[in-house]
């Protein structure tokens, strides 16, 4: 593995360390968007409980999506107004998938 050292000046402390190309290559964390629902788990669309434009409350169930032969119930987290919805029935999606827009 290909290692390189690199300085970091901390608090005024100058440390020598290395970095893998795998740290430099990792995949930054990104303040989630409140206004898109995405998946958790991977699995299948068994229903979508509502369409675009339709006023919605916070609890209700907008999406059921079947993983390991359980029915998982995904519920809208806040009032909102659907504007997008990129899920269609029956199909497979993975875990992390961009499923709903919100207003």
């Given at each position: 593995?290909?290692?390189?050292?690199?300085?970091?000046?901390?608090?005024?402390?100058?440390?020598?360390?290395?970095?893998?190309?795998?740290?430099?290559?990792?995949?930054?964390?990104?303040?989630?968007?409140?206004?898109?629902?995405?998946?958790?788990?991977?699995?299948?669309?068994?229903?979508?409980?509502?369409?675009?434009?339709?006023?919605?409350?916070?609890?209700?169930?907008?999406?059921?999506?079947?993983?390991?032969?359980?029915?998982?119930r995904v519920?809208?987290?806040?009032?909102?107004?659907?504007?997008?919805?990129?899920?269609?029935?029956?199909?497979?999606?993975?875990?992390?998938?961009?499923?709903?827009?919100?207003?």
């Open positions: 593995m290909s290692e390189e050292y690199k300085t970091l000046l901390i608090h005024g402390a100058v440390y020598k360390t290395q970095w893998t190309k795998k740290f430099e290559n990792r995949t930054f964390w990104k303040q989630p968007d409140e206004k898109e629902i995405h998946t958790h788990i991977p699995g299948t669309v068994i229903s979508i409980n509502t369409k675009v434009g339709a006023k919605v409350k916070a609890g209700e169930c907008i999406l059921i999506l079947e993983a390991m032969k359980m029915l998982n519920t809208m987290p806040f009032d909102g107004v659907i504007k997008e919805i990129l899920a269609v029935k029956g199909q497979k999606i993975p875990k992390g998938t961009l499923i709903f827009v919100i207003e």
